[in-house]
C-alpha cells in the first residue's frame, strides 16, 4: 500500500508542477446570488421540505442580518449567498450535494471565531454547525483510561469543560470559552495547559466526517470505516486521512461531525498568575527591563505552568484624547495548587520584586480555583472589531535580549505614533515535544517552539512587525489558525516555514503535507484519498 501510494503522489507531484509552471492556477468558477444558475426560491424550499429540521436562511428572510455576519473579525466584510444551519450528518450530506448540484461555493462556519475569513465568501453557500452541540462522556471507553469525550462541532469549549466537571475530569482545549471544539483541533490547538497535555491534535481520538463524494467516514488510528452514500460499508487500514485531518486545517478533507477527544484526570487545583506591568514613559527601555528579567525564570519553568505574554501598547484613558501605555501582561496558568511547585512561585514573585516601579496595579496576583471550569467560566466572549494578524513561532534560543530589543523598539514606536498595537505569546514546550513531528499533520514548528506569536493591529503595522520579528527567526512559520491574508492554505512556506521536516519515514505523508498546504495540490491531494474537492475553509 505504501509504494502504491507513493507512486500516486509521485505523479501527483510532477502533474502539479507542470500546471503550475506551465500556466497560472485559475480558482474555480462557482455560481453566485447575481448569476441566473443560483438556485430558485422552490429550490432552497425543497432542500428544507427534505430536512424538516434544518433551517435554510436566504438574503430577505427574517433573521438574515445575523446569519450573514456570523465572522467576528470585522474587517471581513464578505456576505454569504444563503446560510444553512444543520443538525446532524445526513443534513451535511445534503447541503454537500445541494452545493455540487448548484456548483456552489460551499464554506463551514461553527463559532466564527476566524481571522481572515476563510470561513467566507462573497456569495457562498455558508454551512452552518452551530446547532451541532451534542456532547457525551464515557468514563470506561477502552481507547483512554481516563475517559473519553465525545462533542459534535458546533460545541464551544466552555459547554465541554462544564460536561467534563461534571464527570470530575478534565478536557484539553481552547482558552477563549466560545471558541468551537472543531476548528480549534482542525488547525493544531494550543491551550493553557499545553505544556501538560500537549496540542489538540493529540487529544482526538476518533474523527467523523462527511466527505465531497458524501460518504461519512469514520477515523481512527486503526483505519477508516467509511459509509457510502447508497449505504454500503468499506474499511480499510488506512490512516492517512485521520493524520492529515488533525492539522491539516478546517474543512480542508470535509466537514466534521464528530470527535472524541481524551479526558484527564484533574489537578488538584488550577492557579492563575498574573503580573501586569505597564508604562508611560520610556516604553522601549522599561519593556525591555521587563522583559529580561521575567525571561530569566520563564525559560526554566516546568511544564505545570502554561499561559501567556500580552505585549504591546493601548489607550489607557480615552477622553478627551488617547493617553498611551505600553504594557506587558503575564499570566500564568499553573496545573496544580502553589505548595506543588512553590519555589518556581516564589522566584516569579522575587523577579516581579525587582520590577516593582513598572507594575501597573500593584503585586502581582495569585488565585486558586477548584477546577479550571471554574477558572473558564468567569471570563467574557471575546468579541472581535476590526483586526489585521499575522504570526509566527520562536524557540526559547531565538527568545533572547536581540528578539526583546527589537520587540521593545516596535512598541516605542507605537507609543510614540499613538497607534495601538498588540502581540500575544502562547506558551509551549513540555509534552508539546512529546509527540513525533510526523505523527500529526500540524505545523511541525510547534513541536520544537517555545512560543507560538499572534499580533494584530492595523495592516501597516503588522507588516512592520511581521517583518522585524520574522527576521529574528529561523523557521518563519505559521500557525495555521492565527495566521495573515498571505496565508493560503497551500503557502507552503509561509505554513509550515521554509523546510518542511518531518520525523516520520512515511514518503506519502511528507508528501501529503506539501499537498494539502497547496491551492493546486488540494485538489489532488483530496483525489488521493479518494473523495471529490471541498472548499478549503476554516471553523
Known amino acids: 500500500m505504501d509504494q502504491e501510494l507513493s507512486t500516486i503522489v509521485t505523479w501527483i507531484l510532477l502533474l502539479s508542477n507542470a500546471l503550475v509552471m506551465g500556466q497560472e492556477f485559475t480558482p474555480r468558477s462557482y455560481c453566485t446570488p447575481e448569476d441566473s444558475c443560483w438556485p430558485t426560491t422552490d429550490d432552497f424550499d425543497e432542500l428544507q421540505s427534505l430536512n424538516p429540521s434544518m433551517e435554510v436562511i436566504t438574503r430577505g428572510d427574517g433573521g438574515w442580518a445575523e446569519a450573514s455576519n456570523l465572522v467576528l473579525n470585522r474587517r471581513i466584510s464578505e456576505t454569504p449567498g444563503a446560510v444553512v444551519y444543520v443538525r446532524n450528518s445526513s443534513h451535511v450530506q445534503a447541503v454537500v450535494k445541494f452545493s455540487q448540484d448548484y456548483n456552489l461555493n460551499l464554506k463551514i462556519i461553527s463559532s466564527g471565531h476566524e481571522f481572515i475569513g476563510r470561513n467566507i465568501a462573497p456569495g457562498c453557500l455558508l454551512l452552518s454547525v452551530a446547532y451541532m452541540d451534542e456532547i457525551s462522556t464515557d468514563l470506561s471507553c477502552p481507547e483512554h483510561s481516563s475517559g473519553c469525550m465525545t462533542v459534535e462541532p458546533g460545541v464551544w469549549w466552555l459547554q465541554a469543560y462544564k460536561a ?181 512561585f516564589d522566584k516569579l514573585e522575587a523577579e516581579s520584586d525587582k520590577l516593582s516601579e513598572y507594575l501597573l496595579s500593584g503585586p502581582c496576583s495569585l488565585t486558586e480555583y477548584s477546577t479550571f471550569y471554574e477558572y473558564v467560566k468567569t471570563l467574557p466572549n471575546i468579541t472581535y472589531q476590526e483586526v489585521d494578524m499575522d504570526g509566527t513561532f520562536l524557540t526559547s534560543s531565538e527568545y533572547n535580549e536581540d528578539f526583546i530589543k527589537k520587540e521593545s523598539n516596535l512598541n516605542a514606536a507605537s507609543f510614540r505614533a499613538q497607534s495601538p498595537m498588540s502581540a500575544t505569546y502562547i506558551r509551549l514546550g513540555g509534552q508539546t515535544r512529546n509527540t513525533s513531528s510526523g505523527a500529526t499533520a500540524v505545523n511541525p514548528l510547534f513541536r520544537n517552539a517555545m512560543w507560538t506569536i499572534a499580533y494584530g493591529g492595523n495592516a501597516r503595522q503588522v507588516k512592520r512587525y511581521g517583518a522585524i520579528i520574522k527576521s529574528t527567526v529561523a523557521a518563519k512559520g505559521q500557525y495555521f489558525s492565527e495566521c495573515d491574508d498571505t496565508l493560503d492554505p497551500g503557502d507552503g512556506k509561509k505554513s509550515f516555514g521554509d523546510k518542511v521536516t518531518m520525523t ?29 474537492y471541498l472548499s478549503t475553509c476554516s471553523y
Open 164 to 344: 467534563a466537571d461534571k464527570v470530575n475530569r478534565i478536557v484539553m482545549g481552547g482558552a477563549e470559552p466560545s471558541v468551537s471544539v472543531t476548528g480549534w483541533m482542525l488547525g493544531g490547538g494550543h491551550s493553557p495547559v499545553s505544556p501538560k497535555l500537549g496540542l489538540g491534535v493529540d487529544q482526538v481520538l476518533m474523527l467523523q466526517m462527511v466527505l465531497a463524494d458524501l460518504s461519512l467516514v469514520t477515523l481512527t488510528k486503526d483505519g477508516t470505516y467509511k459509509q457510502h452514500i447508497n449505504g454500503t460499508i468499506t474499511t480499510s487500514d488506512d490512516t492517512d486521512l485521520f493524520w492529515a485531518a488533525r492539522g491539516g486545517g478546517g474543512g480542508t478533507f470535509g466537514v466534521v461531525t464528530l470527535i472524541k477527544y481524551k479526558l484527564h484526570l484533574p489537578p488538584s487545583k488550577h492557579t492563575l498568575y498574573i503580573c501586569s506591568f505597564s508604562t508611560v514613559t520610556q516604553p522601549g527601555k522599561s519593556l525591555k527591563e521587563i522583559r529580561n528579567g521575567m525571561n530569566s525564570v520563564m525559560q526554566d519553568l516546568p511544564e505545570e505552568f502554561g499561559g501567556y505574554l500580552l505585549t504591546g501598547t493601548t489607550c489607557y484613558t480615552t477622553f478627551p484624547s488617547c493617553k498611551m501605555a505600553a504594557y506587558a501582561l503575564y499570566v500564568f496558568h499553573h496545573w496544580g495548587a502553589v505548595e506543588e511547585n512553590q519555589r518556581w
Open 504 to 532: 516520520d519515514s512515511s514518503t506519502s505523508r511528507e508528501s501529503m503535507t506539501l499537498i494539502m498546504t497547496s491551492p493546486v495540490n488540494s485538489v489532488l491531494g483530496a483525489m488521493l484519498l479518494g473523495i471529490r
